[in-house]
């Protein structure tokens, strides 16, 4: 009787390992590895249901990128991505391990075939998200386009996760034309959607993944393919109640 009852409370403590990581595992962690002597930024949007591990990565080449097979088991975290690099896709593995007393997570990451590895800490977020109803309205920027200034403006419309609008200034040779953007959505202070458009008569797909903050929305946008990519911060216009745009 007593085994019976001990092996029944040992089950019971199993099944609720995962929830209880669960607790302290979804949300927003940031963290820096070291590549070639400079510290590279990553943020992962984790959401733990059960033992299984969702979410995205951003700041790797291909960003944001899906992770694959997530899942914790006790205080271990594993999970992988694709990203490319230099024309060329790396599979990247991720095992961490949880820190009850720091409250972080301790990863290895590196390529499947074991050619490179770093060691990255990653701690969870205490920024606020953005309610969804923040991103609707008019935010306008500029980026530099082969030494000229290209002016733009985003009309956005939020609901719940899902964001809609266009984009205007990324037509060549009609900055005035407007773009509906595709597959709109914010989730926690990350915004990400894609346009179609045209330069020098070849279509292109623009992939653009933001970060909320301060009333401001930094973009890393460019081609899917990863042969182009810039950098533009923009801001609601000054009609829309939070400051002057860029």
């Known amino acids: 009787m007593r085994h019976s009852l001990s092996a029944a409370v040992f089950a019971g403590v199993l099944a609720i390992l995962p929830c209880v990581h669960g607790a302290d595992l979804s949300g927003t962690w940031k963290g820096a590895f070291d590549y070639q002597g400079q510290s590279v930024a990553l943020t992962f949007h984790l959401t733990q249901t059960g033992s299984a591990v969702t979410g995205t990565i951003e700041g790797l080449p291909t960003t944001p990128t899906d992770i694959h097979d997530g899942k914790i088991v006790s205080e271990k975290v594993s999970f ?8 060329q896709t790396y599979k990247l593995l991720f095992v961490g391990r949880l820190s009850s007393a720091g409250g972080g997570i301790s990863f290895e990451l590196g390529t499947d075939d074991g050619s490179w590895s770093s060691a990255l800490v990653a701690h969870k977020s205490t920024e606020p998200a953005p309610a969804p109803a923040a991103v609707t309205g008019t935010w306008k920027g500029s980026f530099d386009f082969q030494g000229a200034t290209v ?9 719940g996760e899902t964001v809609t609008g266009t984009v205007e200034g990324m037509v060549d040779g009609a900055p005035g034309k407007t773009v509906e953007i ?39 946008f460019g081609t899917d393919d990863g042969s182009w990519t810039n950098e533009m911060t923009v801001e609601k216009a000054a009609s829309e109640g939070t400051g002057t745009p860029e």
């Open 151 to 159: 002016p733009v403006t985003l009309h956005l419309t939020g609901a």
């Open 182 to 220: 595709e597959d709109g959505k914010l989730e926690g202070g990350t915004l990400t959607f894609w346009l179609s458009t045209q330069y020098q008569g070849a279509a292109y797909k623009i992939v653009y993944n933001g970060t909320m903050a301060d009333g401001r929305i930094k973009f890393t």
């Open 80 to 87: 992988w991505a694709n990203t490319d690099y230099q024309g």
